[in-house]
Structures are given as C-alpha cells and as structure tokens.
C-alpha cells in the first residue's frame, strides 16, 4: 500500500500502488486483462476510465505511473482550464512524452477538450481520463475517437469483504484499535459499491466508537452514519432494476410509484444528471405532442438540477417526476422515426423529388432542380397538395397520432389535408 501520513484519510493511506494490491475491476486488470496487457508491455493507449465513485480510476492511473515510469501530470476538471492543459502539453514536448490524468473530464468544456485534440493525436501525451458519466454523452466525438474506453464495475460484496479486511490487519492506526465485525451489511449498504465510501465509513464509525473495544454493528453504523441503510445497491444489476421500474412508472402515470423509486435512486447516491437525463428522454419518448410542454419542463430541470444540486434538487426532481407521470402519454413520434428509418434502411439512398431540390445557379434551374414546386404560404390555409416523399415512397404514412385531445386535434387537421393520399 502507499506510504501516507498517519492523518491522512483511510482511503489513502490503502491506495494500492501496484495491479497486484488492485481488489476488484479483474476483467481489465487481472490475468489477461487489457490493461494488464498494456501495462506489462508499456505500451499504454489514450483512454477514458468510466465507472461509479471508488472503483479505482484515480488508482489505476497511478498504477500506471508507477509501472511505465513516464512523466505524469495530474488535472482536476473542475479547477483547470485551457490554460493548464497548454501548460503541460508543452511541458511533455520537452520530455517527447508523457502521461496526463483529468479526473472528472466531463466536466470540461467543448474548447478544454479541443485543447487536448493535437496532442493526443501526435502522441504528445497519452491522455487517461476518469469520468463518472456515459462519455459518448459528455466527451467531445472526436476526442472520443482518439481513446479507448474502459468499463469500471462498482465493486461487489466479496470486494468490500477484502477491503475490510486489508484495513484491519494492514493499516497501522486501525491495528492499535481492538476492533471486531459483527455485522457488514449496512456497511456494505451504506457504502455501495465504492471503495471509498466504505473507507471513510469505516474510519468514522472507529472514530465515533470510546472504549478500549470497538464492536461494529449494523445499528451503530446506521447510528453513526445518520441515515437509513439506502436499498439501492449501485453494485450489480439493481441499479439498472430500478431505473427501469422508475422508467416504466412514469410511462405508466403512477406518481407514487415513480416518486418512491426516485427516493431510492436518491438515497442511494445517484448522480442527478443521470435521473434528468432520463426523465428528457421519456418526455419525448412516452409524452411527445401528448404534451409538448412536458420536454420543456424536463429539460428546465436538467438545466436546473446541473446548477443546484443534492440536496436542493431532490425538490426540482420530485416536481418534475409529478408532472411527467401524471402528463398524458404518446409514443408516436417516437414510433414514427422509427417507421421512417427502418423504410431508409430497407430503400436506400432515393432521390429526392426534383421540385423539393434547392437550385442556387442557372445550370441547376435549366436541369429542372425546383421545377414546379409550389409555396405553400401562397395558398388557401398555408396549404397546397404535392409530392414531398420520393417516388418510391409515396403515400407511406410513418406517423400516426396517438388517440388523446391534443393529438386527435392533429389528426383532425391532418385527415382535412392529407385524407386521400395518407388515410387519416
């Protein structure tokens, strides 16, 4: 384990320092591993570590460092700018090459990750970043392009077992402590999945504990950690569980339900961008021209919670899942995109109709591009029947309102205009 001072936190002080001390992630580090592989060979990829708190993307970086002995700098996203990420890009141009580590890189911005763009290409640095969030959501595509992506599992409760374990017997102020486990569960609860958590956990409730014996126990964990054992293990496929039972309750407009199961995301840590972001989608997806107004709520609070945060955007959350569940439903619009990409799939690259093509010069007039198309606006109700669809699609109906008021109203409209040829 790394040498730290005796006050620095438990976490720490056990920060493993080689693939050997490592507990969990086995499928990248372990035996055959991809980067066990990399690590071994020293030649070391441009990546992104994605995965929950405390799976060890700070530490796998270190590990790095440590084994291809490369000049390595360290960025925070949240307190560097363009103006950090120059600095040591022209400081590994003096070294030929080095390791860069940004923790949280989706924090960054479109020209902070711009910034890196040149020098990860020419192999100036070898970028590892670390980032809690889906990167194809928060990282630019091409930098993307340029990193591998690797996939961190929360740990599990064998993991957690070894890092108890390790603490006890290993860390030399804990040893000084008569200290018994009699029960794991809250702990484990409490900690889910991240190694970090469960490490300050555990040093708080010894600290909490007087007396020449400390005996833990789930209620004094519980106790000592002011809150109740959250049932939302980020660990394992319950996270995924419950975001799906969150999901399909508000698609099936039961607030309580949905309001139940966002207290559980909540309880258990989840981040609050992650509950937004999936709310923006369904109000799309499961609401649509049912009630436009619905996106602009949800996207209101994904804007909003992004600026708030715990604990005030438990509020904005609650609000906006009210809304959402008790909004009426639709899946048209979704339904119809699929229709129309599943009908481009199957035709091909069709040509668009030669009076729907745009004809900025003389020779594309003379080709006949914009022949015979005629302006809507020109016509009684902003309305006149042509052609749109190439040929070869001609009165394909992709879209079909969903049976409420709002969209009844849009199919009332449609069928005055467009009855014959599409049939609504």
């Given at each position: 384990?790394?040498?730290?001072?005796?006050?620095?936190?438990?976490?720490?002080?056990?920060?493993?320092?080689?693939?050997?001390?490592?507990?969990?992630?086995?499928?990248?580090?372990?035996?055959g591993g991809?980067?066990?592989?990399?690590?071994?060979?020293?030649?070391?990829?441009?990546?992104?570590l994605?995965?929950?708190?405390g799976?060890?993307?700070?530490t796998?970086?270190?590990?790095?460092?440590?084994?291809?002995?490369?000049?390595?700098?360290?960025?925070?996203?949240?307190?560097?700018?363009?103006?950090?990420?120059?600095?040591?890009?022209?400081?590994?141009?003096?070294?030929?090459?080095?390791?860069?580590?940004?923790?949280?890189?989706?924090?960054?911005?479109?020209?902070?990750?711009?910034?890196?763009?040149?020098?990860?290409?020419?192999?100036?640095?070898?970028?590892?970043?670390?980032?809690t969030?889906n990167?194809?959501?928060?990282?630019?595509a091409?930098?993307?392009?340029?990193?591998?992506?690797?996939?961190?599992?929360?740990?599990?409760?064998?993991?957690?077992?070894?890092?108890?374990?390790?603490?006890?017997?290993?860390?030399?102020?804990?040893?000084?402590?008569?200290?018994?486990?009699?029960?794991?569960?809250?702990?484990?609860?409490?900690?889910?999945?991240?190694?970090?958590?469960?490490?300050?956990?555990?040093?708080?409730?010894?600290?909490s504990?007087?007396?020449?014996?400390?005996?833990?126990?789930?209620?004094?964990?519980i106790?000592?950690?002011?809150?109740?054992?959250?049932?939302?293990?980020?660990?394992?496929?319950?996270?995924?569980?419950?975001?799906?039972?969150?999901?399909?309750?508000?698609?099936?407009?039961?607030?309580?339900?949905?309001?139940?199961?966002?207290?559980?995301?909540?309880?258990?840590?989840?981040?609050?961008?992650?509950?937004?972001?999936?709310?923006?989608?369904?109000?799309?997806?499961?609401?649509?021209?049912?009630?436009?107004?619905?996106?602009?709520?949800?996207?209101?609070?994904?804007?909003?919670?992004?600026?708030?945060?715990?604990?005030?955007?438990e509020?904005?959350?609650?609000?906006?899942?009210?809304?959402?569940?008790?909004?009426?439903?639709?899946?048209a619009?979704?339904?119809?995109?699929?229709?129309?990409?599943?009908?481009?799939?199957?035709?091909?690259?069709?040509?668009?109709?030669?009076?729907?093509?745009?004809?900025?010069?003389?020779?594309?007039?003379?080709?006949?591009?914009?022949?015979?198309?005629?302006?809507?606006?020109?016509?009684?109700n902003?309305f006149?029947?042509?052609?749109?669809?190439?040929?070869?699609?001609?009165?394909?109906?992709?879209?079909?309102?969903?049976?409420?008021?709002?969209?009844?109203?849009?199919?009332?409209?449609?069928?005055?205009l467009?009855?014959?040829?599409?049939?609504?």
């Amino acid at each position: 384990m790394s040498l730290f001072s005796p006050k620095s936190p438990l976490a720490e002080r056990m920060r493993p320092t080689s693939l050997e001390e490592l507990i969990g992630q086995e499928h990248l580090v372990g035996e055959g591993g991809v980067l066990a592989k990399a690590i071994a060979s020293g030649v070391i990829p441009s990546m992104i570590l994605w995965g929950p708190p405390g799976t060890g993307k700070t530490t796998i970086a270190n590990i790095i460092a440590n084994q291809v002995k490369m000049p390595f700098h360290t960025l925070s996203a949240i307190s560097s700018g363009v103006k950090e990420v120059r600095e040591v890009i022209n400081t590994a141009k003096n070294h030929s090459k080095a390791i860069l580590f940004i923790d949280e890189i989706h924090r960054f911005n479109k020209a902070q990750q711009d910034a890196l763009l040149g020098a990860v290409e020419k192999g100036i640095i070898t970028l590892i970043g670390a980032t809690t969030e889906n990167p194809s959501f928060e990282v630019n595509a091409a930098l993307l392009s340029r990193c591998q992506v690797y996939i961190l599992k929360s740990l599990e409760e064998e993991h957690l077992q070894k890092l108890i374990e390790q603490a006890l017997g290993r860390d030399e102020e804990l040893k000084k402590k008569k200290v018994s486990l009699k029960d794991k569960a809250a702990l484990f609860n409490i900690s889910g999945g991240d190694a970090r958590k469960l490490f300050n956990l555990l040093e708080l409730v010894i600290d909490s504990i007087e007396g020449d014996s400390i005996e833990i126990t789930d209620d004094n964990v519980i106790e000592i950690a002011q809150q109740r054992v959250a049932i939302y293990d980020k660990s394992g496929e319950q996270h995924y569980d419950i975001i799906s039972a969150f999901i399909k309750s508000l698609r099936g407009s039961d607030p309580n339900a949905a309001l139940y199961y966002l207290a559980r995301m909540m309880e258990g840590g989840e981040d609050v961008k992650f509950i937004a972001r999936r709310m923006l989608i369904l109000a799309s997806e499961d609401i649509g021209n049912a009630n436009p107004t619905a996106l602009v709520v949800a996207n209101s609070t994904f804007q909003a919670v992004n600026v708030i945060g715990y604990p005030e955007a438990e509020l904005i959350l609650s609000q906006c899942v009210v809304y959402l569940a008790s909004s009426p439903k639709s899946n048209a619009s979704y339904v119809a995109i699929k229709n129309a990409k599943s009908a481009v799939r199957e035709t091909g690259d069709l040509s668009v109709p030669m009076q729907l093509r745009n004809a900025p010069t003389k020779l594309m007039k003379d080709e006949g591009y914009g022949k015979g198309y005629q302006y809507s606006h020109d016509f009684e109700n902003n309305f006149i029947a042509q052609e749109f669809l190439p040929e070869a699609l001609s009165g394909m109906k992709f879209y079909d309102p969903g049976k409420n008021p709002r969209e009844e109203e849009m199919r009332k409209r449609l069928r005055n205009l467009w009855k014959e040829k599409y049939g609504y």
